[in-house]
């Protein structure tokens, strides 16, 4: 089972390994793991994640650089779970761009 966030992540990709996907919605009340581990300036968003694996044991998750505070989720949790990768995404839509990604794709999830 592998956990993922943004809407973006190529599932059908992580699916085509025989693996089970679900997305993480997280409902936290209570940041008091993410706050030892993340600025506090955090956005609520990138703590609820941290907060939401931590609590819920999740082993496997793939993340998308969205943005910076998924990059800090990232740092945080890249030594908490058994498997984390975050996939980089290109900013613009053209043939290198797309070259780009699919190379991401190749040498990161798939390997």
Same mark, same amino acid.
Do not use: W
């Given at each position: 089972?592998?956990? %993922?966030?943004?809407? %973006?992540?190529?599932?059908? #990709?992580?699916? =085509?390994?025989?693996?089970? *996907?679900?997305?993480?919605?997280?409902? #936290?009340? $209570? @940041?008091?793991? =993410?706050?030892? &581990?993340?600025?506090?300036?955090?956005? $609520?968003? =990138?703590?609820?994640?941290?907060? @939401? *694996? &931590? !609590? $819920?044991? #999740?082993?496997?998750? *793939? &993340?998308?650089?969205?943005?910076?505070? #998924?990059?800090?989720? %990232?740092?945080?949790?890249?030594?908490?779970?058994?498997?984390?990768?975050?996939?980089?995404?290109?900013?613009?839509?053209?043939?290198? $761009?797309? !070259?780009?990604? %699919? @190379?991401?794709?190749?040498?990161?999830?798939?390997?």
């Amino acid at each position: 089972m592998i956990a %993922y966030v943004c809407k %973006y992540t190529p599932i059908e #990709i992580i699916k =085509a390994f025989g693996e089970d *996907v679900f997305c993480i919605e997280p409902k #936290i009340s $209570s @940041y008091e793991n =993410a706050e030892r &581990l993340l600025h506090p300036n955090m956005c $609520s968003f =990138a703590k609820a994640i941290v907060e @939401y *694996v &931590l !609590q $819920s044991g #999740i082993k496997n998750l *793939v &993340l998308t650089n969205c943005c910076d505070s #998924i990059k800090r989720v %990232y740092d945080v949790l890249k030594d908490r779970v058994e498997f984390i990768e975050i996939i980089d995404f290109p900013r613009e839509n053209t043939p290198a $761009s797309a !070259q780009f990604f %699919y @190379y991401q794709l190749e040498t990161e999830v798939v390997e």
